[in-house]
Nanobody, 124 residues
Framework: QVQLVESGGGLVQAGGSLRLSCAAS????????VGWFRQAPGKERESVAV????????AYADSVKGRFTISRDNAKNTLYLQMNSLKPEDTAVYYC?????????????????WGQGTQVTVSS
């Protein structure tokens, strides 16, 4: 089982930026696709961005395309999410997760390990 710890969340004004990090322990991180999900109050969890095991393939939710960038450093067992031009509707708890597969999928059921989450709040 992979242990995941997110960091980098916080309060930011609309239009601002944040960079989330997810530190992973365990040998499966570098051989698995990994992703960021988020859940806002009263809403279902949604996929934000997913990256393949090699970093060669990425998928983004339509709502964040052009604003968010997912990346990974397998040497450091770390996943990142650079979030620019933040909007109030980006407010949510953000979770990183490790997929059961090497390639990109966006269904939460394809992910077997989850972090505790980090709060991102965007004020208007």
């Amino acid at each position: 089982q992979v242990q995941l710890v997110e960091s980098g969340g916080g309060l930011v004004q609309a239009g601002g930026s944040l960079r989330l990090s997810c530190a992973a322990s365990g040998r499966t991180f570098s051989s698995s696709a990994v992703g960021w999900f988020r859940q806002a109050p009263g809403k279902e969890r949604e996929s934000v961005a997913v990256i393949s095991w090699s970093g060669g393939s990425r998928a983004y939710a339509d709502s964040v395309k052009g604003r968010f960038t997912i990346s990974r450093d397998n040497a450091k067992n770390t996943l990142y999410l650079q979030m620019n031009s933040l909007k109030p509707e980006d407010t949510a708890v953000y979770y990183c997760a490790v997929s059961k597969f090497r390639t990109v999928t966006t269904s939460g059921t394809d992910f077997g390990s989850w972090g505790q989450g980090t709060q991102v709040t965007v004020s208007s």
